[in-house]
Nanobody
Framework: QVQLAESGGGLVQAGGSLRLSCAAS????????VGWFRRAPGKEREFVAA???????YYADSMKGRFTISRDNAKNTVYLQMNSLKPEDTAVYYC?????????????????WGQGTQVTVSS
């Protein structure tokens, strides 16, 4: 069983930066892949980025070059550094974890989810 808690969201102006954290419980978290997803009002849940247990990273095309996912297994935490934020990045951001997701960009592949953290980017 893994419990996830996101933090770091907030209000930022366009062009600004935020770092989201996904803190996990569980001694074996280092063996889990973690994904970040987001849901904007009136839109479907969208893949943002993912990191495997071995450190491999994946990004949605629109986030490449702006967002960076990383993990600190000693702290049981995965981070999402978001730079050059745009108003269209406004959404609730969720982290999710699974030991072996069948597809890192598929939200249905993850068993565990956090409650989400709101990110609002003003123009």
């Amino acid at each position: 069983q893994v419990q996830l808690a996101e933090s770091g969201g907030g209000l930022v102006q366009a062009g600004g930066s935020l770092r989201l954290s996904c803190a996990a419980s569980g001694r074996t978290f280092s063996r889990y892949a973690v994904g970040w997803f987001r849901r904007a009002p009136g839109k479907e849940r969208e893949f943002v980025a993912a990191i495997t247990w071995s450190g491999g990273t994946y990004y949605a095309d629109s986030m490449k070059g702006r967002f960076t996912i990383s993990r600190d297994n000693a702290k049981n935490t995965v981070y999402l550094q978001m730079n050059s934020l745009k108003p269209e990045d406004t959404a609730v951001y969720y982290c999710a974890a699974d030991q072996s997701p069948s597809g890192v960009s598929n939200p249905r592949a993850y068993d565990y989810w956090g409650q989400g953290t709101q990110v609002t980017v003003s123009s």
